[in-house]
């Protein structure tokens, strides 16, 4: 998809675009702290994989948004969602294709069920260098007859923002006994991308990483310029599972641990360009395992105390996106 800006661009021209409007300084933030996003300089596309190449650096384009602007799109899908982005955001399509698609694959499946002429609204904006965010989120889909909505909102107590849905329920899923307690975003699931074996959680660096199960640690800081400081456990079930680009190891190779355990620090070492953790599980012969399929899920709801705060923010971003000129 990168290296064919231009072709996309052109593509693009014949994309219906309904509205794309630029709200001026004035517009109150989300309720995520500037300061913790400002320090996030990650681009999400290429936060994750050793095997992604990082993108050239673009020129700034004549109507770029003002840091702390919100951008609001309303348009409708045409082919995929990577040609509407950039049909209506020209270089920064296809990072926020990808936003967009972290926030949608929870519900819907962009290949199989994207419809031309499905609804696409967004509020997003660029915090320099290069990390995007998205306020709010809603896409109607014309084939499963459903509209869905995320809302970018930080629960008090939570180390990061997260996205919600109307019903105050979390939008993406978290593995129970997972490696991590906290993290910014999953960045890839494992179906994502062939080439690439694992689930990667942005996170900043130093964040605790915790054995899923009980087990003996294999081998630490192996195949180090691709891995940076990693971890391999053997799990009681025998399944082998793989911890990369830590900041820190905590165990040797030999050791027992049990579940809960703290094994290691996340970090940025290795092939990686943004801090994240790399989280890969193999059953025999190598034969790569779903995180999603291996740990029981659930999906987080907010609680009372905290319904009132996010229904006024939800309100403010709905009006956000509702803005006309
Ligand atoms: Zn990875």
Avoid at 66 to 75: E, I, S
Avoid at 266 to 276: K, L, R
Avoid at 304 to 319: H, T, V, W, Y
């Amino acid at each position: 998809m990168r290296g064919s800006g231009v072709l996309l661009v052109l593509l693009g021209a014949s994309i219906t675009l309904n509205v794309v409007l630029f709200l001026r300084k004035g517009e109150a933030p989300p309720s995520a702290p500037a300061a913790a996003a400002a320090t996030e300089a990650v681009a999400p596309a290429s936060a994750v994989a050793a095997d992604a190449p990082e993108a050239p650096a673009a020129e700034a384009p004549a109507a770029a948004p003002v840091a702390g602007d919100w951008t609001v799109v309303r348009t409708t899908v045409e082919h995929s969602i990577a040609r509407t982005m950039a049909a209506v955001a020209g270089e920064h399509g296809d990072a926020l294709s990808a936003e967009l698609a972290r926030l949608f694959v929870w519900d819907v499946d962009m290949n199989r069920d994207l419809q031309k002429g499905d609804a696409l609204e967004l509020a997003w904006r660029l915090v320099p260098p290069k990390d995007y965010q998205v306020a709010v989120a809603r896409f109607t889909s014309g084939k499963l007859g459903k509209t869905f909505t995320a809302y970018r909102y930080q629960q008090q107590g939570d180390d990061y923002p997260s996205y919600w849905r109307p019903d105050g329920t979390e939008v993406p899923l978290f593995l129970v006994d997972g490696p991590l307690k906290q993290y910014e975003q999953i960045t890839s699931l494992l179906k994502d991308r062939p080439t690439h074996k694992g689930m990667d959680f942005k996170v900043n660096t130093g964040t605790p990483v915790y054995a899923p199960k009980d087990g003996t640690v294999l081998r630490t800081n192996w195949n180090w310029s691709s891995n940076g400081n990693c971890v391999e456990l053997q799990l009681e079930d025998g399944t082998i599972a793989k911890f990369l680009h830590l900041s820190d190891t905590k165990v040797k190779a030999g050791e027992r641990v049990a579940r809960g355990d703290v094994i290691a620090l996340t970090g940025n070492t290795g092939h990686t360009t943004a801090p994240h953790l790399h989280y890969q599980l193999e059953r025999g012969e190598g034969k790569i395992v779903d995180p999603l399929d291996y740990h029981r899920t659930d999906r987080r709801a907010l609680g009372d105390a905290a319904r009132a705060a996010f229904d006024a923010e939800a309100r403010r971003l709905d009006a956000l996106l509702a803005a006309t000129p």
